[in-house]
């Protein structure tokens, strides 16, 4: 049975212009749009369904800004928006800025998010038991802005602020969340900074074919700044990209996330979702600890199309590495709709250790 349709069934791509200029000497066409030189966006109409929503739909939109470069990666600056709809009322709103200053020795990036949006519990820890699910309803008001320095040629460091508000609208009568004591049960309020240093040498973001990505984040919530639980947070993030045969991939990951102080468990670790072991329901288990190994091989069937295999190791626990081993693996398609830009439409089918599966559609790969 597929646990999950995630977030997004897209059917179909629609790309439009936006023009600074209506000489056509300022314009060059590719196969599926026309596009200004400073200036280009790709429309996204989404439908999809999931066992927690039903059916939605929505929009969303990804706005390139081509003189605003970073020209250590060939990388431009942009901004992706969407907002979806469901026939339970539910709404979610996402932008998501990326913006490169001074040929890319800065940037800024920022990720916004408000969502209404019904989740399961199935309790804290590495082993809890499928029986003990329960439903519960959320609304979430998110904000992320990281402001990073650039030392040539790949060395990034910086600090990032995030605030979260959950708003609990609904929890099952008798549950855990009503008489376990879970923290955050009651709502959660975080917010905090958080120190980023990476060192980032993919040829591009979007669908990377060879390089290094190694990052180092930690960082607190305080009730100075405002929160309602204090706690510390750690994370890495080491992904290696093997060039084979001059055009496929092999993508490797470990990672690693740990939590420590009164963690609510909207921010403790979450096992699964669509970028890590996909085929678990996302928050399937949680807890303060996420240990994580995966890889992928990318193969380039054709210049605009690829077929991905993937596979990974979990861990979910506060007692130890690898007590509660969670395999999942899967394959997946990725489209390349523009010759001239990297982004890609993502279709991942994923397989657990238990039988459970689930499907995913996005953009851009995984890792």
Do not use: C
Request: proline fraction near 3%; charge should be neutral; avoid cysteine.
């Amino acid at each position: 049975m597929i646990k999950r349709f995630d977030w997004i069934l897209l059917f179909l791509v629609v790309a439009t212009v936006a023009r600074g200029q209506e000489d056509e000497e300022h314009l060059f066409r590719t196969d599926t749009l026309e596009v200004n030189k400073k200036v280009q966006i790709i429309g996204l109409p989404l439908l999809f369904y999931t066992p927690e929503t039903s059916f939605g739909g929505g929009g969303g939109m990804q706005l390139f800004f081509n003189n605003q470069r970073n020209l250590y990666n060939n990388r431009v600056s942009n901004l992706f928006a969407s907002a979806i709809y469901t026939v339970n009322r539910q709404l979610s709103i996402n932008l998501k800025p990326q913006f490169y200053f001074f040929d890319g020795t800065m940037y800024l990036e920022g990720d916004f998010l408000y969502r209404i949006y019904p989740n399961s519990f199935w309790g804290v820890g590495g082993n809890t038991p499928e029986q003990d699910e329960e439903r519960y309803n959320m609304e979430t008001f998110s904000v992320r802005i990281a402001l990073v320095n650039r030392i040539p040629p790949s060395l990034n460091f910086g600090f990032e602020y995030q605030y979260e508000n959950h708003v609990m609208l609904e929890v099952a009568e008798g549950g855990l969340l009503e008489t376990a004591g879970v923290v955050g049960a009651d709502g959660a309020r975080t917010s905090g900074l958080s120190f980023v240093l990476d060192v980032d040498t993919r040829d591009n973001i979007y669908s990377t074919l060879g390089g290094t990505f190694l990052s180092f984040k930690g960082g607190f919530s305080a009730r100075t700044f405002g929160a309602t639980h204090a706690y510390n947070k750690y994370l890495i993030d080491l992904r290696k990209y093997f060039v084979i045969g001059g055009k496929h991939t092999l993508a490797t990951q470990a990672y690693l996330q740990s939590v420590s102080g009164d963690i609510p468990f909207q921010s403790m670790s979450w096992l699964g979702g669509p970028e890590r072991n996909r085929g678990y329901f996302k928050g399937r288990y949680m807890d303060r600890l996420y240990v994580l190994l995966q890889a992928e091989m990318r193969l380039r069937v054709w210049s605009r199309l690829h077929i991905n295999g993937f596979a990974a190791l979990g861990q979910i626990s506060n007692e130890g590495l690898f007590m509660y081993p969670k395999f999942s693996g899967g394959v997946g398609l990725r489209f390349q709709p523009l010759k001239s830009n990297p982004t890609l439409i993502r279709f991942d089918f994923g397989v657990n250790q238990y039988g459970g599966t689930g499907v995913y559609f996005g953009v851009n790969e995984v890792f």
